[in-house]
């Protein structure tokens, strides 16, 4: 397999992984635009399908955690006829020789406790590769590290993201044009919402230091009911109104 890695010279001419064409294109390409300054990556195969690494400097990364000189995974997916053949192994390893480059501490990324839940790494996957929980969010969700370091401290969740809650009542979402999926179902979801007059509320994430003060340990998409936090897993309109229990 060959990989071919995005940057500002080429965004315009080739694709992005998790969205092919359309406006969600779009509007993941101009997230990823404006992060390429900041030390992101996105590194994919050659090959038109999910298979991707895109990852940044974590002092830069989206995410309320304090992780100063690491590199942080935004996202790992190998999916589809991809699976199987080893290319997650390749991806990672190219995101470890990047952070060796660097001079970097180590790399972290999220996952969660039990069953892999949607839009989080495997983290019995991490487990085998040699990475570790460093930390755990009262929700379930989990900070994971490799240290490149054996000195290096390991990184932690701020507060907000350790103890995820809001104070208002009804539904709450935060999301941000990270993941392009919350284009297309954020507003069909605020659309059922005010049809079946369902409170809720939408928050959209544009800068970083917003981001790293969401109460929440993901902030592509944090879902909250009644102060408490329901799930990260992007919410279809079928899926939300289930969750609210109404049957559409």
């Known amino acids: 397999m060959n990989y071919i890695r995005i940057t500002k010279d080429n965004i315009d001419k080739e694709h992005i992984c998790c969205a092919m064409s359309g406006k969600q294109s779009l509007l ?59 290319y997650s192994n390749d991806l990672l390893e190219e995101c470890i020789r990047d952070a060796k480059a660097q001079g970097r501490k180590g790399l972290c990324i999220l996952s969660a406790e039990g069953r892999k839940r949607e839009f989080l790494a495997d983290q019995k996957y991490l487990a085998y590769k040699g990475f570790s929980v460093t930390d755990t969010s009262d929700c379930g969700i989990t900070l994971q590290y ?42 069909r979801v605020a659309e059922v919402a005010r049809e079946h007059n369902i409170p809720l509320k939408v928050i959209h994430i544009t800068d970083k230091e917003a981001a790293r003060n969401v109460p929440a340990p993901v902030t ?26 109404i049957q559409p």
């Open 28 to 86: 993941k390409k101009e997230w990823l635009r404006q992060r390429f300054d900041e030390g992101l990556v996105f590194y994919r195969s050659e090959e038109r399908g999910k298979c991707f690494i895109e990852y940044i400097p974590a002092e830069n990364a989206w995410v309320p955690m304090e992780a100063e000189g690491y590199i942080y995974i935004n996202c790992l997916w190998v999916s589809g006829a991809m699976k199987g053949h080893g």
């Open 146 to 187: 490799l240290p490149l370091d054996s000195d290096a401290e390991p990184p932690r969740f701020r507060e907000c993201a350790k103890h995820p809650r809001v104070e208002e009542d009804g539904f709450v979402l935060y999301y941000t044009d990270q993941c392009p999926f919350t284009y297309y179902w954020v507003p």
């Open 220 to 245: 592509t998409y944090a879902l909250f009911w009644d102060g408490k936090f329901v799930t990260q897993s992007i919410q279809s309109d079928k899926k939300f109104l289930a969750l609210a229990g």
